[in-house]
């Protein structure tokens, strides 16, 4: 089951304005087409994006 209300710590959740994961993130993130990656620790997370809004937002742990 998939919760569509689910957002971010910072506020982020699907449907959320691109300037929104800019403002949250920083435009440092951003690949220039469509995603965001951040890594903290051996956390990543991935925010995706479709018509400059949120589409998809992935959390996974990095295994080494």
């Keep these: 089951d998939v919760d569509e209300d689910a957002q971010t710590p910072e506020g982020i959740r699907i ?13 440092e993130n951003f690949d220039g087409d469509n995603t965001y990656t951040l890594t ?4 990543k ?3 995706i994006l479709k018509d400059s809004a949120v589409k998809s937002i992935q959390y996974a742990i990095i295994a080494e």
């Design 15 to 27: 449907g959320s304005a691109q300037a929104d994961v800019d403002a949250a993130y920083g435009a």
């Design 40 to 43: 903290k620790g051996s956390g």
């Design 45 to 47: 997370l991935t925010i």
